[in-house]
């Protein structure tokens, strides 16, 4: 199984991205997808979860800028980010809760895109 983001890049403040991240090999069933970041001398943290029925949850710090989406047909997560800030300057890593076809769990991350918010 691997996870594959893209999307990242460099924005001036109050610009917008979109990042993907495509899981693909032997899935059988993909629960919870999220999107997490980690910014120098930070620990990595929470950005956006949502859960195969669509219930999400946000950082407060991106709460009504960032949107995640998800599309299950295509095992695709997204994170919409509207309004960024020099703050949300940070590598990006998507994650997965995946059951393979053997049936075995685990979380799984993708590589990380940075994402550079600066003028």
């Known amino acids: 199984v691997q996870l594959q983001a893209s999307g990242g890049g460099l924005v001036q403040p109050g610009g917008s991205l979109r990042l993907s991240c495509a899981a693909s090999?032997?899935?059988?069933?993909?629960?919870?997808m999220g999107w997490y970041r980690q910014a120098p001398g930070k620990q990595r943290e929470l950005v956006a979860g949502?859960?195969?029925?669509?219930?999400?949850n946000y950082a407060d710090s991106v709460n009504g800028r960032f949107t995640i989406s998800r599309d299950n047909a295509k095992n695709t997560v997204y994170l919409q980010m509207n309004s960024l800030e020099p703050e949300d300057t940070a590598v990006y890593y998507c994650?997965?809760?995946?059951?393979?076809?053997?049936?075995?769990?685990?979380?799984?991350w993708g590589q990380g895109t940075q994402v550079t918010v600066s003028s």
């Open positions: 994650k997965a809760f995946i059951r393979t076809r053997v049936g075995r769990w685990s979380d799984y």
């Open positions: 090999g032997t899935i059988s069933v993909i629960t919870n």
């Open positions: 949502i859960e195969s029925g669509g219930s999400t």
